[in-house]
């Protein structure tokens, strides 16, 4: 059974690079044909998809946040991890790492993906 686990980032203010890892057990963050991606939801607001590694290690960017993030793994830890430079409080959600056998990037919900994490809230505030 795969298992997605969220890093708590902690107090974050306005002007930070937050980074998020996800930690995951129960398979390989290699295997053929899956994607890795992180997706948030704000207060009041549709989830919205991030970025995404494939199983080869491309990655995939929102465009209107793409100067913003960096997208990387580490195939040792069997973690990848998501940076977002100069956060402010319209960042402030609850973060989600998921796995799918598919690109999926305009998710309504976050059963539409195979497996999910808990989410770990992050809250941009000074």
């Known amino acids: 059974q795969v298992q997605l686990q969220e890093s708590d980032p902690g107090p974050v203010t306005p002007s930070q690079t937050l980074s998020l890892t996800c930690t995951v057990s129960?398979?390989?963050?290699?295997?053929?044909?899956?994607?890795w991606s992180w997706v948030r939801q704000a207060p009041g607001k549709e989830l919205e998809w991030m970025a995404s590694i494939g199983y080869s290690g491309q990655t995939y960017y929102r465009p209107s946040l793409e100067n913003r993030m960096s997208l990387f793994r580490d195939t040792s830890k069997n973690q990848f991890t998501l940076q977002l430079t100069s956060v402010t409080p319209e960042d402030t959600a609850v973060y989600y790492c998921t796995k799918d056998r598919n690109l999926h990037t305009a998710p309504s919900t976050i059963d539409e993906y195979d497996y999910w994490g808990q989410g770990t809230q992050v809250t941009v505030s000074s």
């Open positions: 129960g398979g390989s963050i290699t295997a053929y044909k899956y994607y």
